[in-house]
Structures are given as structure tokens and as C-alpha cells.
């Protein structure tokens, strides 16, 4: 079985980094604990919200009604606005792991219930005024959804070129134009829009505008018909159109013309957050193939002996540690390093996305025929599989997310990289409170790079005592090669490579870079660790394993990994399947 | 002091700023008019960020990133830069 428990492994440290009782950790802890309960064990059948449910949900291309009114019950609204306002955000890391017992089950409704709206709600909280962030919270808490619309399906990401106006009449504006796809459109209480609101060429002609559904005249909108998607097909996916249709100047968020920077920094947050939700659909995907591998047998072997699949285990294992890693780091400088949030967002979203999207791919090939399966034990395999891709495409594209840290490589080359300070420790530390988000500090582009810097840092503070340590550091003295040669290539970088048409060649810098900041926040993690009562954080082994396949990653010659690193992976895979726990950095307890 | 101790005069700037953009275009210098909004050449938000790292190395001004947003033409920006490094050298 695999499932000798040992001691009190999820528990916070009680060293450095130790929460105060009854504070923030305490809060998340017994929220996390409400929502698994109260959404139940996914594997019983019986359930109204089992996967078998949800699947039947997603045939009939519906939202699942029974786990939408759970989230009512619970007003996960409130986990979407801030404390000071009514609600229960204190902590982006904190709401990236309430979302996860919904991503576990079901990422449409993960998005379809909750997501949407807080990326709405984030422009407000960001420029809104004292009002208006009052208005939006009461709708929140009272369970209205809103919807968010940025892009129009012409333009892309290139969302500087976008036609829908808000054209400014009589104090007001008259909105004018359609938007596509756009989540919860028919039944979203409030919208926010961006428009046009001068028609001159640039990057000061675009506006957010916060439209509530009940003021608006009902004979100058319309909400198109729906969109049938691939994936998430249970989300309500439509569009909008409005003709000549006026709302006051009191809708207005932010300054006029000033929308393009509000929505950039807008999503400093949102994408920071949102892929570090779905590690609970690849936790779910993970979780169902070890159930497969240790019942199956092929070869008069289980399928857990054959060892490429036993290996896939582990290694995606690896993935969702790293991946918290990043998403960890990147949501707590959200707090604490907010001008440099513009980076650490950007590569997050550009990764993750990709990570996790290659894992389940990975974890197909174990599964086999049954990955092809829509209903019973493994359906929600498929479903997953199919919705996960969302993340990438919605909100800032991959090659979006590039284009956000290109511009920066050559100046972080020039001032930062080798030469600013180290992140703060608390950056990497899972459990210890966090000051308000401080939403006016977050810059387009900022300059410094604390993350890298902790990086170099980390090199000469590695301990190489056992074969696990002295593994991890040789891969932590190639990953700091890396960036020098990432800084040398950023300095030669030609103008015309500095723009949203640079080379392949560009693009794949600002990759490798995303890679050595998974890299960092993965040292970070491990460091802060130690010294704590998680037994398996604290272990190199998980440490030199994450740095050796991110090492690879970027195609360093590593010699094998100690096999101490392989066993003990995989014993933490198996215990955690054995006992209900989360494949994250939290080792969470879980309904099913 | 109406002369900024870079010696740099705004139409000096205007041509350090036509070259730089002319680059990040892919287009000749002459080819860009100085009084028209640089994004109807096609110059993206991306590299406009880009540009002010550029005036930051060659000038030592740090400027807000979004400074070319807020002066969307070749003349703006020049007169701007001249006015902050002016700025900067009463400030010494």
C-alpha cells in the first residue's frame, strides 16, 4: 500500500515562518477544509458533485447546478474581495489554494463560477473608486456574478486595436460594438468592458468602463447567442452587443484613456493566481492515474512496476511542486515585490500553463486506451484534459506572456541580474502572513529581479554533504551559468528583437528565462523549508529531482540523479495517494 | 539655464529618437514624420517599453514606462526629454 503515514507532515513549521494563531493561515486552512467538505469525496458516485456528476454535466454542456449552489452556500464570492471591503481576500496565494478544491473537480466551474469574476473584480479593486469598489463588493457578496470582457475575437491579444467604444457623451458614455466570448455574458450582474473611448492609434485611447445590467437600457444590448467549445463546455460563453447604449460617468474605472495600463496591471494579479488554481485539475489527473497503476496489471506486473510509468509518477509529480513553486513566489510578490510582479506573472502564465498541459499529456501515455474513455472511473481524465487548455488560451495568450518580459531582458541584463539584492525570504514561505495588496505599486515594467538574484544567492549557501545535496547543487551551478548566458544574449538583443515581432530566437530567451525563475522559486521554497516540521519540503531530494528536470528542461548535461531522490518521490506519491493528500507544496487533506 | 548640460538640443534628441525608432520599424529614419503618432507606423506597446530602457541607458533618465503613450509622436518626445534633462541638470 504504501500509506505508512509519518508524523505531522502537512503541518506548518514551527520555526521561522510560523503563522500567528487564529491569523491569516489558520483562516485558509479551516476555509480549504470547509469547501473539501462540503463539495464532498469526487470519487463516490453517489455524490451530487463525483465526478461521474460532473461528467454528466459537461455531456449535457451545463454547469454542474448541485456544485454552483455549494459555491453559493459557501460564498466563495467573498474569497474574491478583499477583507477591507466585506470579504475574505487577504492573501493571493491563500485564494490560489481555496480555488483548487474546485479546480480539483471541475475546471468550468472553477471559471464558470468564480474566476471570472474576480478578474473582473481585480480592474475595480486595482483603479476603482471608494464606490465604485463598494457597489461591485455588495454585488459580489450577494452572489451576482460579473463578466469580464477585454478582447474581441479580431485582435487578439493585440488589444490596443480594439473597436468597442464607449464614446463620451453628456458626462457620460455610449457604448457602441460587440465583444466576444465572454464568460457569463447572459448572466453576469455587472460587466467591465474595454473600450475605445478616443479614436486615435496608441496605448491612451482605451478605457475601462464598469456597466451594471440593471441601469442599462434593455432595447440597446443584447447578449449573443452561445459559444460551443471544446473544452469547459459547461461555461457560459457568449457575447455582447450594444447599440449606442448610454451609461453615467460614473462608470468609469481608472482614468480616461487609461485603461491599457490598468488592464496590464490588472493581470499582474489575475495571472499570477489563475494557473496555480488548475494544479488541483493536474493533482486530480495525477491522483486517478496512480489508482490506475496500482490496480492494472500488464506483464504479470503491475503497472506501478513498469518503470517509464512509475517514473511519469514521479516526474509529475515534480511538475506540480515546481509549478507551486513559481505560482507561490509569484503570488506573494504580488504583496511584497510589486514592482516586479510584471515578470513573475508573466511567467507564470506563460510555464504553468505549459507544464501542466505536458504532464497530463505524459500521464495520458500510462493510462493508455482508457485516456480516450468519456464516463466512468477515469472519464474526468478526458475532461480535464480537454479543459485545461483554457488556461493558456484565455487572459494572455503564451506568446503574450514572451512579449511582456522581452522588452525588460536587456535592461534586467544590464542593472539587475548579478547585482540586486535577493527576494525577501518570505516570498517562499507557505504559511506566513502577507500585508495587503498594495494594487497602486504594481508597475508595467519595473527593472529588478529579486527572484534571479536569489538564485545567485542560493549557489553559495547550498549545503553538499549527502549525494542528494551535491546533486542539487551542481544543477544550481549550471542554472546560474544559464543566466549569464541568458544576460550575455539580452545584452546583444537588436531593437527590432525587442518589439512584439522579435525572433523565434527572442522568444525562446524569455522561455529559458521563465525557466530559471521556476528554478529559483523552487531553491527558495527548499531553503525556507528546512528547519521546519515538513519532512518531505525539507528533503533535497525532491530539491536536486526539481533541478535536474528543469536543468534538462534547458538541455544541461546532468549526470543521474542519486536513486535515493527516485525512491523517495515515489513513496511520497504513494503515501499521499494512501492518505487523501494534496501533490502540492501544501500535502493538504482532501475529501476524496 | 536654458541650455541643458548635455548639450543636447530637442532637435538633436528628435534625431536620436527618429534613428532609435527607425530601428525598432524596420524602416529608414526620413521615413517617419516627426508630428505623427509613432503607433500609426506600427510601433507596438512592446517596443515602446523597449524605448524607454534605451533612454534610460543612454540618458540616465528613468522615465515612466509608459512615457511614450503619453507622447505619441517624435516632437513630443523629444521636447519632453529635453525638459526632463533640462530638470535633471537644474536639479544637480
Redesign the interface.
Known amino acids: 500500500m504504501g500509506t505508512a503515514a509519518t508524523g505531522p507532515h502537512g503541518a506548518p513549521g514551527a520555526g521561522r515562518g510560523a503563522p500567528s494563531p487564529g491569523g491569516q493561515e489558520d483562516r485558509a486552512v479551516a476555509r480549504i477544509a470547509e469547501l473539501e467538505h462540503r463539495l464532498g469525496d469526487p470519487t463516490d458516485e453517489r455524490g451530487e458533485m463525483s465526478y461521474a456528476r460532473l461528467l454528466d454535466a459537461d455531456e449535457r454542456a451545463e454547469l454542474s447546478e448541485a456544485g454552483e449552489r455549494a459555491l453559493d452556500e459557501v460564498v466563495l464570492n467573498a474569497d474574491f474581495v478583499p477583507e477591507r471591503l466585506g470579504g475574505r481576500l487577504e492573501r493571493i496565494d491563500t485564494l490560489v489554494r481555496v480555488m483548487r478544491p474546485v479546480f480539483r473537480r471541475d475546471i468550468a466551474l472553477g471559471l464558470g463560477y468564480g474566476v471570472t469574476s474576480f478578474m473582473a473584480a481585480v480592474n475595480v479593486w486595482t483603479s476603482g473608486t471608494a464606490e465604485q469598489q463598494r457597489r461591485l463588493a455588495g454585488l459580489l457578496l450577494d452572489g451576482r456574478k460579473v463578466s469580464v470582457a477585454y478582447h474581441e475575437l479580431a485582435h487578439g491579444n ?1 488589444f ?1 486595436r480594439n473597436e468597442f467604444q464607449a464614446r463620451p457623451a453628456d458626462g457620460g458614455y455610449l457604448l457602441d460594438g460587440a465583444k466576444q466570448v465572454i464568460n457569463n455574458a447572459d448572466r453576469a450582474a455587472a460587466w467591465v468592458l474595454f473600450s475605445r473611448t478616443s479614436p ?5 485611447s482605451h478605457s475601462v468602463v464598469l456597466a451594471e445590467r440593471d441601469g442599462l437600457d434593455p432595447g440597446r444590448y443584447r447578449v449573443l447567442p452561445r459559444y460551443d467549445a471544446v473544452g469547459v463546455r459547461g461555461c457560459h460563453l457568449s457575447g455582447l452587443e450594444f447599440t449606442d447604449c448610454p451609461v453615467p460617468g460614473s462608470a468609469l474605472v481608472g482614468e480616461e484613456g487609461k485603461g ?2 490598468l488592464a496590464l496591471r490588472a493581470f499582474q494579479v489575475t495571472r499570477s493566481a489563475i494557473p496555480g488554481m488548475a494544479l488541483g485539475a493536474a493533482d486530480t489527473a495525477l491522483r486517478t492515474v496512480v489508482g490506475f497503476a496500482r490496480g492494472r496489471r500488464l506483464y504479470r506486473k503491475s503497472v506501478m512496476d513498469i518503470p517509464h510509468a512509475r517514473a511519469t509518477l514521479s516526474t509529475t509529480f515534480l511538475d506540480l511542486l515546481i509549478c507551486d513553486s513559481l505560482s507561490l513566489a509569484a503570488t506573494r510578490a504580488v504583496h511584497l515585490l510589486p514592482e516586479e510582479t510584471s515578470l513573475y506573472a508573466a511567467a507564470v502564465k506563460y510555464l504553468v500553463p505549459k507544464v501542466l498541459t505536458d504532464a497530463m499529456y505524459d500521464l495520458s501515455i500510462v493510462l493508455g486506451a482508457r485516456f480516450y474513455v468519456r464516463e466512468g472511473e477515469f472519464g474526468i481524465f478526458q475532461k480535464h484534459v480537454r479543459d485545461l487548455p483554457v488556461l493558456s488560451l484565455g487572459h494572455a495568450g503564451s506568446a503574450a506572456c514572451q ?2 518580459i ?3 531582458l ?2 534586467l541584463a ?1 542593472r539587475s541580474w548579478f547585482r540586486d539584492d535577493p527576494a525577501p525570504p518570505s516570498v517562499f514561505r507557505l504559511h506566513e502572513d502577507l500585508p495587503e495588496v498594495a494594487f497602486d505599486k504594481l ?3 519595473g ?1 529588478r529581479d529579486g527572484l534571479s538574484a536569489a538564485l545567485v544567492t542560493a549557489v553559495d549557501d547550498l549545503p553538499s554533504g549527502s549525494p542528494e545535496e551535491r546533486a542539487a547543487h551542481g544543477a544550481a551551478l549550471r542554472l546560474m551559468d544559464e543566466l549569464r548566458q541568458i544576460q550575455e544574449q539580452s545584452l546583444e538583443l ?3 528583437d ?5 525572433s523565434p530566437a527572442t522568444f525562446a530567451l524569455a522561455d529559458r528565462y521563465a525557466v530559471l525563475l521556476a528554478a529559483a522559486s523552487v531553491i527558495g521554497v527548499w531553503q525556507q523549508a528546512r528547519g521546519t516540521a515538513d519532512e518531505f519540503l525539507a528533503d533535497p531530494a525532491w530539491l536536486a529531482a526539481a533541478l535536474h528536470r528543469l536543468g534538462r528542461r534547458l538541455g544541461h548535461a546532468l549526470p543521474d540523479l542519486p536513486p535515493g531522490c527516485e525512491t523517495r518521490l515515489h513513496d511520497e506519491v504513494l503515501r499521499r495517494f494512501g492518505d487523501r493528500r494534496s501533490y502540492d507544496l501544501y500535502n493538504a487533506p482532501l475529501a476524496g | 539655464m536654458s541650455v541643458p548640460t548635455t548639450g543636447r538640443t530637442t532637435d538633436e534628441l528628435a534625431v536620436w529618437l527618429s534613428d532609435r525608432i527607425a530601428l525598432y520599424l524596420r524602416r529608414r529614419p526620413e521615413e517617419i514624420a516627426p508630428a505623427v503618432p509613432l503607433a500609426e507606423y506600427g510601433l507596438d506597446s512592446v517596443a515602446a517599453l523597449s524605448l524607454c530602457g534605451d533612454i534610460e541607458e543612454d540618458f540616465g533618465l528613468i522615465l515612466e514606462p509608459t512615457v511614450a503613450w503619453d507622447y505619441p509622436t517624435i516632437d513630443a518626445l523629444a521636447a519632453h526629454l529635453a525638459e526632463s534633462l533640462a530638470g535633471e541638470a537644474a536639479a544637480r
Do not use: H
Open positions: 493585440d490596443v486615435a492609434p496608441g496605448s491612451r491599457v495600463e512579449a511582456t522581452i522588452p525588460q536587456s535592461r544590464k508597475t508595467l515594467a527593472g537588436a531593437p527590432q525587442r518589439t512584439a515581432l522579435a
